[in-house]
């Protein structure tokens, strides 16, 4: 392999490779991508254990609109790829409360508007203001031409919708608890659940931290293409490794890359199969990862240090990965679910869970009759690493104890019927990933202008990028694979 010149080698098929992979393609380059797993998606992966068939995170995924990206890449590259649109989208379940997300946003405003001793009008002018936040920011992920790299005409783009973004100027680097307060919100439970609930798993950090414009447009996720991929969401990640071979891209799965190292005229990557050589190098792990890779020790590369520090700040995830009978009387589709125990406490381990549940539609998941059910909950990655490996193992036992209890608590007619369990640690993510110490989420998004402060592909050495949820636009599947679609652009630009 090492005799070929790639004008690009992508390192890891998780939605950010495979963003870039397929849209250097799609430009007509000469593209390697390597996978160290023997399957495809990263983070957004659906693994197989004991015959069954996982999520490797509890979550939906957005983007799946007609004229949004993945939806672009379903009909434009015909995926075998078939998307269930649930409703509702999500359930918020608390002591006391239940709340239904449907696919009609004004549902949902409407619920929280007639709980007794709402504010109705201080609920009402917040979603006025998050819609139009909201409205500014998401044109950018359904037409990924308006993110940088920029040229004239898309500058020129930005001015004619320059009045949109101006809601946003207010509330730069400061917290959606700000906002809250400025519409007297600050004290109605019912909404500070549902975005702490709902920002713990987008912008991985609680409502009162979160970078108000960042939280207004992860607001929007349920409404912005949201589906269920039959079959678990590595139906998709398979589906674009395809469609990357059949535009002439090379796929090497089970192909885990050691170390990238400098030649003359480009890079040469070393993995378990061979040598690669390369003008650029995607890599699409994180800036520990990209460290590794490197053999790149502290202090050599500061952006990547700095990186690596906010990741480091973040989350691990404690999972549940259960096999269960549905309850009498379902309807047969698959179910998400945000679990909340304590509304006072903080949303993660074990007090906040995501659970999300699998369809009789989803063939080869599970055995005729039984689903399969994926159960998260955060757990601070500082706290973990300071841990001995017996105190590790102590503390996930407590904590996997209290998921279960917490479940049959507020997930009753699900939990009645377990047929087989398994546990999991960020080490068990780790495993099932590749990613590094298990970490979940990326960047903490909290309240800060250095949320700003790169706004555009990542290029961490000449010809060496960093795509994934640590870097711009950030969280989720689909901002990920945007990412990746602006850094392939980059690299057109300069081959």
Same mark, same amino acid.
């Given at each position: 392999?090492?005799?070929t010149?790639?004008?690009a080698v992508v ?10 992979a397929l849209e250097l393609?799609?430009?007509g380059a000469?593209?390697a991508?390597?996978?160290g797993?023997?399957y495809p998606?990263?983070c957004?992966?659906?693994f197989?254990?004991?015959?069954y ?10 983007g799946?609109g007609?004229?949004q990206?993945f939806?672009r890449?379903?009909r434009e590259?015909a995926?075998?790829?078939t998307?269930d649109?649930?409703? /509702?989208?999500?359930?918020?379940r608390?002591?006391?409360m ?5 696919r009609d946003?004004e !549902? ?14 201080g609920?009402?002018?917040?979603? #006025?203001?998050?819609?139009q936040?909201?409205?500014a ?10 993110l940088p /790299?920029?040229?004239?005409?898309t500058l ?6 320059a009045?949109s @973004?101006?809601?946003?100027a207010r ?14 919100? #600050? ?7 549902y975005?702490?609930?709902l920002?713990?798993i ?5 409502a009162? #931290?979160?970078e108000?414009?960042?939280a ?6 349920y409404?912005?293409?949201t589906?269920h991929?039959?079959?678990g969401?590595?139906?998709?990640a398979t ?10 891209g090379?796929?090497?799965m089970?192909n885990?890359v050691?170390?990238?190292t400098p030649?003359d005229?480009?890079?040469?990557v ?5 040598e690669?050589?390369a ?7 994180l /800036? ?11 202090g050599?590369l500061p !952006?990547?240090d ?5 990741v ?5 995830a404690?999972?549940?990965?259960l096999?269960?009978r549905?309850?009498e009387?379902d309807?047969?589709g698959?179910?998400?679910?945000e679990?909340?125990r304590? #509304? ?11 659970a999300?549940i699998s369809?009789?539609?989803?063939e080869g998941?599970?055995r005729?009759?039984?689903r ?10 500082k706290k973990?690493?300071?841990?001995t490996?017996?105190?590790q ?5 407590g ?7 917490n479940?049959d ?17 960020? !080490? ?10 298990g ?5 903490p998004?909290?309240a800060g202008?250095d949320? @700003?402060?790169i ?6 050495? !000449? ?14 599947t ?9 850094t392939a652009a980059?690299?057109?630009a300069?081959?």
């Amino acid at each position: 392999m090492a005799d070929t010149w790639y004008d690009a080698v992508v390192v890891g098929a998780g939605f950010g490779g495979l963003g870039t992979a397929l849209e250097l393609c799609r430009r007509g380059a000469r593209v390697a991508l390597c996978e160290g797993l023997n399957y495809p998606g990263g983070c957004a992966s659906t693994f197989r254990r004991g015959g069954y068939g996982f999520e490797s995170g509890a979550t939906l995924f957005s983007g799946f609109g007609e004229h949004q990206l993945f939806g672009r890449w379903i009909r434009e590259h015909a995926l075998d790829v078939t998307v269930d649109w649930l409703d /509702p989208l999500v359930e918020l379940r608390a002591p006391g409360m239940r709340l239904q997300v449907h696919r009609d946003r004004e !549902r949902l405003i409407a619920q929280l508007c007639a709980l007794p001793g709402a504010p109705v009008q201080g609920v009402r002018r917040f979603f #006025e203001l998050q819609a139009q936040v909201a409205g500014a920011l998401w044109p950018l992920f359904d037409d990924p031409d308006l993110l940088p /790299p920029l040229n004239l005409k898309t500058l020129m783009r930005h001015a004619g919708r320059a009045w949109s @973004y101006a809601p946003l100027a207010r509330w730069l680097g400061r917290p959606l608890g700000a906002v809250l307060a400025h519409h007297g919100l #600050e004290g109605f439970t019912p909404l500070r659940t549902y975005l702490d609930a709902l920002c713990q798993i987008t912008v991985q950090c609680p409502a009162a #931290e979160a970078e108000a414009p960042f939280a207004f447009a992860a607001m929007d996720y349920y409404w912005r293409g949201t589906g269920h991929v039959r079959g678990g969401i590595g139906r998709l990640a398979t589906a674009l490794t395809k469609a990357i071979s059949a535009r002439g891209g090379d796929v090497f799965m089970a192909n885990r890359v050691r170390a990238v190292t400098p030649v003359d005229g480009g890079w040469r990557v070393t993995a378990r199969r061979g040598e690669l050589l390369a003008r650029h190098v995607v890599t699409n792990v994180l /800036p520990q990862g990209l460290r590794t890779l490197l053999d790149a020790p502290v202090g050599r590369l500061p !952006r990547v240090d700095a990186l690596a520090e906010r990741v480091d700040d973040g989350w691990g995830a404690a999972m549940l990965y259960l096999v269960v009978r549905p309850p009498e009387g379902d309807s047969g589709g698959a179910h998400h679910f945000e679990l909340v125990r304590d #509304e006072q406490a903080p949303f993660i381990e074990g007090n906040h869970l995501f659970a999300s549940i699998s369809g009789a539609a989803d063939e080869g998941r599970a055995r005729p009759g039984q689903r399969t059910m994926t159960v998260s909950t955060h757990v601070p990655l500082k706290k973990v690493a300071g841990m001995t490996a017996e105190q590790q193992a102590s503390y996930f036992a407590g904590l996997h104890a209290r998921m279960r209890e917490n479940l049959d608590a507020l997930l009753p007619e699900w939990t009645a019927n377990v047929v087989h369990a398994m546990t999991g640690s960020p !080490r068990t993510f780790q495993r099932f990933t590749l990613r590094e110490a298990g970490a979940v989420g990326g960047v903490p998004r909290r309240a800060g202008l250095d949320n @700003y402060r790169i706004l555009g592909p990542f290029q961490a050495q !000449r010809g060496v990028w960093l795509v994934g949820d640590s870097v711009f636009p950030g969280q989720s599947t689909l901002a990920t694979a945007v990412g990746g679609v602006r850094t392939a652009a980059s690299i057109a630009a300069v081959r």
